[in-house]
């Protein structure tokens, strides 16, 4: 009996320290802990958690400059609007390798999909930080249903998609936890998840779009289109893309434990066709913008202030981005391709917090002094992005994401 | 119709012989049933073919109130403002109501007040500033609530648009999509936040009484009465005194036409109402879109379903050729 339980604390010693502790001993595992990373995360959890609870005592009066000609700020703006798009990578990179059998970007895979997860599930939060009463968050579920509602799609297939990405991204967690039966009942349902992914991002991504074709009235008619919902979701597809390139850079530089040779060895390959489907991404999409200005005769505008911002992004964030990137692919430079993939990301982030914070109310007095975000916004912001990445390492460092188990291998 | 009527009839007639056997009542019973449904559905097409239309279009319900503001006649005396807060209840303000030190400032609703007013420069007689009330147009057919995931909002036939807060999650998409800048939110509150906007003393027309600020008004600047009635009553006022007005009902047409309506000296735009609305209700920007979302969830399952088919096709073409 005495040793019944002795064996099954050992049993369970084993099992924290081999899953949780990356096979460390305590003492071990604390002292690794302290690195320079963790310590300016964890300083600025320190100052950006008491904020979070700011708004929760105080209102988002007491943290942002969220007023009733300016509903949505920062939180929203660089959150859902920049974080969702950036998270396209796991519909984008399921279909590239499931559905259109671009095999050779295997070691890819989970890593999109859990980027995709991961970006979703803190859209979330970002969310339920900036919403008046966290709580009902499931309301258009069962409470009401605002049928005529573009954020009534967005709601519930967020929420779905969040399902269905988790279910993607599942076999990763079985095999860590050892569980072989129900992962091959998880890799039963791929191509049909897959495909719920295609339709629900392809929906969602342009949905967020759409939330703005209610404000012809607010938003700059350089931004407002009624192509939103497709420039939305056409630039979706090609953030996914330089998101990966982005992610897997990071990775391979800083969690080079978590990574094995196959990851390794086919990233510059992989890094340099990703910069080629980025940048035919990108020129579809610039295509599509300037069909935009042409549909709605916008040309005049350009010369405006307004304009000229507009031309700054356009030129600035979309166009040389993809020159950068076409430069790289044809020079089979992985630097300058993963320089043009950063760069088309901070692109993407500047379109994305364009349409919802500068261009729009563009027509109020004083517009300009209204869209910059006090401190404790920004504080809010950077303290969800750290706990987003610290979950991201956790996972990475346990999980076969950037490596194969060894147990599963050639078995997807 | 005839045939219709005819076949429930003859269905009605089998009934009376066979009602001993008890296996017989029940097939009967469902020829009946299914008769009587025929029958009705028959009628119910026939009746109503005649003005089935290829295009639908909602024009607002055909009663509701309205209420119709003359800036001409405004005097900024704020009397509107004291009695809206008095009828509905809203706290007192810092500054009290006979103040006019207010209108150095351009104010909005706010969670404290439904309406306030506003004061601007006259180009046609400097002595006589105008005034322009703000608060909410209770359009026809309301962007906030399109807008609005959990239908918090409703138009109610009498004309005023109603939220309720026991609904409303505050992502305020409602204060993105009005046009009018109106609804406020409760930003100070960390955990009942919530809109607040003018309800057209939903409770008080309800009761067969005008809303408190049309009577309120010294000098009869607001008129409430059914929309219809108000816009012949604008009309014939331009009409009257083409000199006194602009040719221009505000809220007659501006994003489909709103339930309080407005008639002025000046341009409306000197007067910070927006004027770069389209004349179609918002909703109508989204349709589009949104009749889009059942195409994809039919169409992508089979278009990429096949895609992937396509490939493994290819992939199976190859595997039968290596292994010849």
């Known amino acids: 009996m005495g040793n019944d339980t002795l064996t099954r604390t050992e049993n369970f010693r084993s099992w924290f320290m081999d899953k949780l502790l990356l096979g460390m001993s305590w003492p071990e595992y604390s002292r690794n802990l302290i690195t320079p990373f963790n310590i300016a995360a964890m300083l600025i959890l320190s100052i950006g958690i008491p904020v979070i609870a700011l708004r929760f005592i105080h209102g988002l009066a007491a943290v942002t400059h969220a007023s009733d000609e300016y509903p949505w700020g920062l939180i929203l703006g660089w959150g859902l609007f920049g974080g969702v798009p950036l998270s396209a990578t796991g519909f984008v990179m399921a279909t590239a390798y499931y559905i259109f059998g671009f095999k050779r970007y295997k070691p890819l895979v989970r890593l999109g999909v859990l980027t995709g997860f991961m970006g979703y599930f803190f859209a979330v939060v970002y969310l339920l930080t900036d919403i008046g009463r966290p709580w009902r968050i499931y309301y258009p579920m069962i409470v009401g249903f605002g049928t005529a509602s573009v954020l009534f799609l967005v709601a519930w297939h967020v929420a779905t998609y969040l399902t269905v990405q988790f279910l993607e991204f599942s076999p990763a967690i079985l095999e860590w936890l050892k569980s072989r039966r129900v992962r091959k009942w998880a890799t039963m349902i791929t191509i049909a998840m897959t495909i719920a992914g295609i339709i629900l991002s392809t929906l969602h991504q342009s949905a967020l779009g759409a939330l703005f074709l209610l404000a012809p009235g607010k938003l700059h008619p350089l931004w407002y289109s009624s192509y939103i919902p497709v420039f939305f979701l056409s630039s979706s597809i090609y953030a996914a893309l330089a998101m990966v390139i982005v992610v897997s850079t990071l990775a391979a530089r800083f969690l080079r434990k978590a990574t094995d040779d196959t990851f390794l060895g086919s990233l510059d390959k992989l890094t340099i066709g990703l910069g080629k489907g980025t940048c035919v991404g990108i020129y579809v999409y610039f295509a599509l913008k300037v069909i935009g200005i042409a549909h709605d005769n916008n040309w005049a505008l350009l010369g405006t202030p307004y304009g000229e911002w507009f031309l700054v992004e356009m030129l600035g964030f979309v166009l040389l981005p993809a020159l950068v990137l076409t430069y790289g692919v044809k020079k089979e430079s992985t630097g300058i391709v993963r320089f043009g993939a950063f760069y088309a990301v901070l692109g993407i982030l500047v379109n994305r917090i364009n349409v919802s914070i500068v261009a729009f109310n563009w027509n109020l007095p004083h517009h300009l002094s209204h869209i910059v975000p006090p401190w404790q916004e920004v504080v809010i912001v950077l303290t969800l992005v750290t706990i987003h990445i610290l979950i991201f390492r956790w996972i990475l460092n346990r999980m076969p994401v950037l490596r194969e188990h060894p147990d599963y291998k050639e078995s997807h | 119709m005839d045939k219709i009527l005819k076949n429930s009839l003859g269905d009605e007639g089998t009934t009376e012989e066979p009602q001993n056997e008890k296996d017989n009542t029940r097939k009967i019973s469902r020829r009946r049933f299914l008769g009587t449904v025929a029958a009705i559905g028959g009628i119910s097409l026939i009746g109503s073919y005649k003005d089935a239309s290829a295009y639908k279009e909602f024009t607002g319900w055909p009663n509701r109130y309205g209420c119709l503001t003359d800036l001409t006649e405004c005097v900024g005396c704020r009397s509107c403002e004291e009695a809206c807060n008095e009828a509905n209840n809203l706290p ?101 936040p919530k809109i607040v906007k003018c309800v057209l003393c939903y409770g008080r027309i309800k009761n067969g009484d005008m809303p408190a600020c049309a009577e309120a008004c010294p000098v009869g600047a607001i008129t409430f009465g059914k929309r219809s009635d108000l816009i012949k009553l604008a009309r014939e006022k331009i009409m009257k005194n083409p000199d006194r007005y602009i040719d221009h009902i505000y809220g007659e047409h501006e994003v489909g036409g709103t339930s309080w309506m407005y008639i002025s000296g000046v341009p409306f735009e000197q007067l910070d109402f927006p004027a770069n609305l389209p004349k179609k209700p918002l909703i109508e920007q989204t349709k589009g879109f949104l009749s889009a979302v059942p195409v994809v969830f039919t169409v992508w399952p089979a278009l990429f379903g096949m895609i992937y088919a396509a490939l493994r096709h290819r992939e199976e073409l190859e595997k039968e050729k290596n292994q010849k």
């Open chain 2, 92 to 192: 007192k303000p810092d500054v009290p109501f006979d103040d006019k030190s207010v209108f150095n400032e351009k104010r909005r609703p706010t969670v404290q007040a439904y309406t306030v007013v506003n004061r601007y420069e006259n180009p046609k007689d400097a002595g006589k500033p105008i005034y322009r009330k703000i608060q909410c147009n209770h359009c026809n057919e309301p962007a906030c609530a399109s807008a609005c995931p959990i239908h918090a909002y409703t138009k109610t036939p009498e004309g005023a648009v109603l939220y309720d807060p026991e609904k409303c999650f505050g992502c305020r998409y409602c204060m993105i999509a009005c046009p009018f800048y109106v609804p406020a939110y409760d930003y100070a509150s960390p955990l009942e």
